[in-house]
């Protein structure tokens, strides 16, 4: 049975817009997007007559963070949102809170349930760093029960979106907050599963005592790599890319967020797939959009890290957007538009 019900003439405009299939309106759409096959099949069959490559995404490897459709989660529960991820032909889930809003609460043994039900794979969790409440969900202030939860949901990664800021934004601090996640990776390791930081664009910022070195740096050489592992968001690295590439004196120090990952693969089980409009008005550098609608190239940066040797089914891409206008149209266009690219022949 069909994942989609209908052609999206939206998705095909993107994909020809970009040149990622050459696909125009119409019948080409219907193939790519037809009622006999799922997205990934349906895209198959369409670059499979043109004689292109093989799917850039690696089967049973794309998932969700949960934050892109907390709306939804709040107002008709957690069944109804993994009944539409499981139609548009998502695998994984990441979690940003076990809770939903008026469909009332769930054990977690019945959370984990409903989500493989679906065919939903729960992949990992965002959790609080730390808190000034000594009785906040954070994994300084409550780990085991943290890791507790994380264990009844079969989770296999555990981690924050907290920026290791807690002691400041020097070499030393940082040190500081490496200690802290090379005790909490400790901990999640024995029981199974993996620590993760998630960046934002602030992380490659430079240290204010030592302005030659960038705090990511310092994250990477203080964490014990078999203890802690990083989930690159990719749309805030290259935002962190357009900020610092030069230090606070004005001297150039570029650097290239794809490379962090082809140096440690190993240490990037888990990435964000968010897209963003290269703007340099914006702050940030860049406005964030669905994914596909924007500037940043995910054939050639999943390509990469899967052509390692190895590393095809070592990674978890996870689609995400921090606002999207709807977000069902969000989850449905980014997973047709991950699904439909190709690896250059």
């Known amino acids: 049975m069909s994942r989609f019900s209908q052609p999206d003439p939206e998705l095909t405009h993107r994909l020809s817009r970009r040149g990622m299939l050459g696909v125009a309106a119409g019948a080409t759409a219907a193939a790519l997007l037809?009622?006999?096959?799922?997205?990934?099949?349906?895209?198959?069959?369409?670059?499979?007559?043109?004689?292109?490559?093989?799917?850039?995404?690696?089967?049973?490897?794309?998932?969700?963070?949960?934050?892109?459709?907390r709306d939804k989660v709040s107002t008709l529960g957690f069944a109804p949102v993994f009944a539409e991820l499981e139609k548009y032909g998502y695998d994984e889930i990441e979690f940003a809170g076990y809770t939903q809003g008026s469909a009332g609460p769930l054990t977690l043994a019945q959370l984990k349930r409903l989500a493989r039900n679906h065919g939903l794979n729960p992949i990992g969790s965002h959790v609080g760093y730390y808190s000034d409440d000594p009785n906040a969900?954070?994994?300084?202030?409550?780990?085991?029960?943290v890791l507790d939860d994380a264990q009844a949901l079969g989770l296999k990664h555990i981690g924050t979106a907290s920026g290791p800021f807690r002691y400041g934004s020097t070499v030393d601090a940082w040190k500081r907050a490496a200690e802290d996640f090379n005790t909490y990776g400790a901990a999640a390791r024995a029981r199974g599963m993996k620590f993760y930081q998630h960046n934002h664009s602030e992380e490659f910022s430079f240290a204010t005592d030592n302005p030659k070195v960038r705090l990511y740096d310092v994250l990477l050489a203080e964490t014990d790599p078999d203890l802690v592992f990083l989930e690159m968001d990719i749309f805030w690295a290259y935002s962190g890319q357009f900020r610092?590439?030069?230090?606070?004196?004005?001297?150039?120090?570029?650097?290239?967020?794809?490379?962090?990952?082809?140096?440690?693969?190993?240490?990037?089980?888990?990435?964000?797939?968010?897209d963003g409009v290269r703007d340099p008005a914006d702050t940030y550098g860049y406005r964030m959009t669905d994914?596909?609608?924007?500037?940043?190239?995910?054939?050639?940066?999943?390509?990469?890290?899967?052509?390692?040797?190895?590393?095809?089914?070592?990674?978890?891409?996870?689609?995400?957007?921090?606002?999207?206008?709807?977000?069902?149209?969000?989850?449905?266009?980014?997973s047709a538009y991950l699904h439909s690219l190709r690896e250059k022949c």
Do not use: C, M
């Open 34 to 69: 037809g009622a006999a096959a799922t997205p990934a099949t349906a895209a198959e069959a369409e670059v499979g007559a043109a004689g292109r490559g093989r799917p850039v995404l690696p089967p049973g490897r794309l998932g969700i963070q949960l934050y892109s459709l």
């Open 244 to 274: 610092f590439s030069r230090r606070p004196d004005g001297s150039p120090a570029p650097f290239e967020p794809l490379d962090y990952v082809l140096r440690q693969p190993h240490r990037y089980p888990l990435f964000h797939v968010k």
């Open 291 to 334: 994914v596909g609608d924007g500037d940043i190239d995910y054939q050639r940066f999943i390509s990469a890290v899967t052509r390692l040797r190895g590393e095809r089914l070592a990674h978890h891409w996870q689609a995400e957007h921090d606002q999207p206008t709807e977000s069902f149209t969000f989850a449905r266009r980014s």
């Open 137 to 145: 969900y954070t994994f300084a202030q409550n780990l085991t029960k």
